[in-house]
């Protein structure tokens, strides 16, 4: 069980039978009565965002979840498949349920899979991954009109603005929280 006191970002919690994550908290205390917490938890099921408000020393209840460490093995369209590495286990993940994460999976990558009662809900991918340039247009001298950026497609199918001198074949580090590149690798 966690109180209000144990709130913090990141904190996930059981509250009205659904697991959820805090991404913001603030304790209140207002001129007369008790102190509250004020917080936004996102659903890790379907991803709603609710703001429940919470009375000094309440208390919620701590999830059934179990992270594991998987690597990813292929996908056959709709379905994309993990194995545990020690138990060589496999889980099946829907592609609805992984949502933009599918941008930078490549083959044999390490993620940490999240389980709740049994069941896979969410991916956490690394911050970072390199992905090949697979097409990208050549750059035009004088092309600097717009910030000197193009498009370029990396091996996943993914399109990312890269600066001018990106050309096909590059590695390149994108971000996998924004969807940004970062560097040549």
């Known amino acids: 069980m966690f109180t209000t006191s144990d709130f913090r970002r990141g904190l996930r919690v059981q509250y009205e039978g659904q697991p959820y994550v805090i991404t913001e908290f603030q304790h209140h205390k207002p001129g007369k009565g008790a102190a509250v917490t004020r ?36 996908n056959d369209g709709e379905t994309y498949h993990f194995m545990d590495p020690v138990s060589y286990e496999q889980y099946e993940i829907n592609k609805s349920t992984l949502g933009d994460c599918t941008n930078f999976m ?38 600097t009109v717009q910030g000197a950026s193009k498009p370029a497609i990396v091996q996943t199918g993914y399109k990312v603005m890269v600066p001018l001198f990106i050309n096909e074949g590059d590695k390149l580090r994108i971000d996998t929280r924004t969807g940004d590149y970062i560097e040549r690798a």
């Open 39 to 74: 917080t936004k938890m996102k659903n890790l099921i379907t991803g709603q965002v609710i703001d429940p408000t919470f009375r000094s020393g309440d208390k919620v209840e701590k999830p059934d979840l179990e992270e594991k460490t998987t690597q990813y093995l292929y």
């Open 106 to 143: 490549t083959d044999n990558m390490e993620c940490e899979v999240l389980f709740y009662e049994g069941k896979a809900i969410s991916i956490e991918l690394p911050n970072h991954v390199v992905l090949e340039v697979t097409e990208c247009d050549p750059a035009v001298k004088g092309d």
